[in-house]
């Protein structure tokens, strides 16, 4: 099986601007979460969604959103960009997202804000 | 408060040697998923290993093993018989029973242990 993709794999934005990250799971898997990969905060949950549907939300800024389409692939979205936003941003899946479930990551997006 | 934390921001071994990383956990939910990450200078996050709060036997995958001592509230990572490629940070993970109210932070991660395996 294929493992999870993200696109791109490098951004560079400048402030103010806005940015949209992909990410396909696991085939057969319908849970994807994203996380923020800091060297000062380390690694930090976004959200995670679940059939389309958002089931879990991070302590983030109404500027990150995300959605899930009905193949199980999912978008996120960082608006008004700021500089403290340059992280790597791993996505990752699970067959249900439950506790015991294995999230398997993609190789990330890393974004750099200038 | 910490629900995860590693001790040792950074380890040196020496090759073929066994290594141990120390993860100390908190969790008030009887239900919950402890898992392992290694992360190269790649970036990827791979999954090396997984232990339920249910499990009796320690888990074992290949080389790794995890030595699970739940009243101690403890997840170890033990590499057996390190190489040169196990050089790479390491990461332990939880996440706690989305169904009892918990979990809703997906993976919990502490700050990790940079390994360095020296020929």
């Known amino acids: 099986k294929a493992g999870v993709t993200q696109t791109p794999r490098y951004l560079i934005k400048t402030r103010g601007q806005q940015v949209t990250l992909s990410c396909s799971p696991i085939s057969g898997h319908r849970s994807v979460s994203w996380y923020q990969q800091t060297p000062g905060q380390g690694l930090q949950f976004l959200f995670e969604y679940f059939s389309e549907t958002q089931r879990n939300k991070g302590n983030f800024p109404g500027r990150f959103s995300g959605r899930q389409f009905s193949n199980s692939r999912s978008e996120m979205n960082v608006s008004t960009l700021e500089l403290g936003d340059s992280a790597l941003y791993l996505c990752?899946?699970?067959?249900?997202?439950?506790?015991?479930?294995?999230?398997?990551f993609g190789p990330g997006t890393r974004l750099t804000v200038l | 408060a910490q629900k995860i934390t590693q001790t040792q921001p950074g380890m040196f071994v020496q090759e073929k040697e066994a290594v141990t990383l120390d993860c100390t956990y908190d969790t008030s939910d009887q239900s919950y998923g402890l898992f392992w990450y290694k992360q190269p200078s790649s970036g990827e996050m791979i999954f090396l290993i997984y232990?339920?709060?249910?499990?009796?036997q320690n888990a074992t995958e290949g080389r790794y093993s995890l030595n699970f001592q739940k009243a101690r509230k403890s997840a170890n990572l033990v590499i057996s018989a390190s190489q040169l490629g196990d050089s790479a940070m390491y990461f332990c993970?939880?996440?706690?029973?989305?169904?009892?109210?918990?979990?809703?932070?997906?993976?919990?991660f502490g700050k990790g242990t940079h390994l360095i395996i020296q020929p």
């Open positions: 232990q339920g709060s249910y499990d009796e």
């Open positions: 993970a939880m996440r706690e029973d989305f169904y009892s109210g918990g979990g809703a932070d997906g993976l919990t």
């Open positions: 990752a899946s699970s067959p249900s997202g439950g506790n015991t479930d294995t999230q398997y």
